[in-house]
Nanobody, 123 residues
Framework: QVQLVESGGGLVQPGGSLRLSCAAS????????MSWYRQAPGKERELVAT???????NYADSVKGRFTISRDNAKNMVYLQMNSLKPEDTAVYYC?????????????????WGQGTLVTVSS
């Protein structure tokens, strides 16, 4: 019904930058909150940043001042600009969205996850 596909991960040196993208597709009527989470090896998944439908943002303390979340409502896209990357930012990054979708003649609220994209920060 609704899919999220991330892109933009890769290997970057400490201090470098990456921009992650997430595209939502399917029977979307509207998208409320969009978020980025990450999961490092051996650790639990954690919230990195959230943006509401009107553009209000919230960040984990560990990324404040370095990461910026943004969205393009017309394209159903969310982005994460990551600057001044550190080795501890290494993780699989997941896109998450609260989506109002048309399904089988009804309207449903869906919590949707992407498949993840790996970010490795290493010299």
């Amino acid at each position: 019904q609704v899919q999220l596909v991330e892109s933009g991960g890769g290997l970057v040196q400490p201090g470098g930058s990456l921009r992650l993208s997430c595209a939502a597709s399917g029977s979307i009527l509207s998208i409320n909150r969009m978020s980025w989470y990450r999961q490092a090896p051996g650790k639990e998944r954690e919230l990195v940043a959230t943006i509401t439908s009107v553009g209000s943002t919230n960040y984990a303390d560990s990324v404040k001042g370095r990461f910026t979340i943004s969205r393009d409502n017309a394209k159903n896209m969310v982005y994460l600009q990551m600057n001044s990357l550190k080795p501890e930012d290494t993780a699989v990054y997941y896109c998450n969205a609260g989506v109002v979708a048309a399904a089988g003649g009804t309207v449903k609220y869906l919590e949707v996850w992407g498949q993840g994209t790996l970010v490795t920060v290493s010299s």
